[in-house]
């Protein structure tokens, strides 16, 4: 629900972009997210992040987290796992109107593209979590919704070559990327107590950071192979999502997992 409502609030952003000048939006989301910053302050601990404080174990120690080859392994899969979203969101959803020109698709907004991949993710969210819970598994539900997004993303392309409309592929793109909230969990349930929180905040960041990669890595890729924008996004496309598909198959069933432990 908390990963829903999250991907409901750039629904919102949309929206708000679409309906206010830029400077009342701006101030809008100020508000609301010192508002949210209220309701953190007002939050409890854990009783299993209590526990830890008590024990001598370091805490949120990045010394810690790289101190051990098998952490690195774990902490950099579930970053690879994530980028694929931030590819969809912050590459081929940004770019649509660049494609759309390239290749004479009229009518096409960017912010009806981003608003439909949010709904897209928001949907998928809460379906994959709720799948998660049923057949209880994290990996075989990521595994599922990559590869509907994979096959999202084919299609989206295939519109592209064809001059069609893209609603529908945003949409759908947002879906598949809706295991977000599955990976967000796996990846908190990786890791012990005393490194959980430094590790689920960064690794979620890292992946929207990784955006700053993609856009050289894309550019590169067109210069290097003489490229047009969308032969560049594709062949990026393949590389993240392979990336991404590795460390979800080798990385170890988490569900029902005892998370009260810490990493020494």
């Known amino acids: 629900m908390v990963a829903t409502l999250g991907a409901l609030g750039a629904v919102a952003a949309g929206l708000a972009g679409d309906f206010l000048p830029w400077r009342s939006a701006f101030i809008t989301a100020g508000i609301a997210g010192f508002f949210l910053l209220l309701m953190r302050v007002k939050s409890m601990e854990t009783t299993m992040f209590e526990h830890a404080k008590k024990s001598n174990a370091e805490k949120g120690s990045f010394k810690l987290l790289f101190s051990s080859p098998k952490r690195i392994a774990k902490y950099f899969g579930c970053i690879l796992m994530g980028v694929p979203i931030w590819y969809s969101v912050g590459i081929l959803i940004t770019l649509s109107p660049e494609i759309a020109t390239l290749h004479h698709i009229d009518g096409l907004k960017l912010s009806t593209c981003f608003i439909l991949f949010q709904i897209g993710i928001a949907s998928g969210d809460l379906s994959s979590g709720i799948f998660s819970q049923y057949f209880k598994s994290r990996k075989r539900i990521l595994i599922a ?41 796996s990846t908190a349930e990786h890791f012990g107590t005393n490194l959980r929180v430094t590790v689920t905040a960064t690794v979620t960041n890292f992946m ?14 067109e210069n290097k192979f003489n490229y047009s924008l969308t032969q560049g996004l594709a062949t990026t496309g393949i590389i993240v999502w392979i990336l991404a598909l590795i460390p979800t198959l080798l990385l170890p069933e988490t569900y029902g997992k005892n998370l009260e432990f810490i990493e020494e």
């Open 208 to 221: 929207r950071g990784a955006v700053t990669l993609l856009i050289p890595l894309h550019q590169w890729i």
């Open 145 to 185: 919704y990559m590869l509907f997004a994979i096959a999202a993303t084919i299609l989206h392309f295939n519109k592209i070559y064809n001059s069609e409309n893209l609603s529908l592929t945003s949409f759908l793109m947002g879906l598949g990327c809706g295991y977000l909230s599955v990976f967000v969990t």
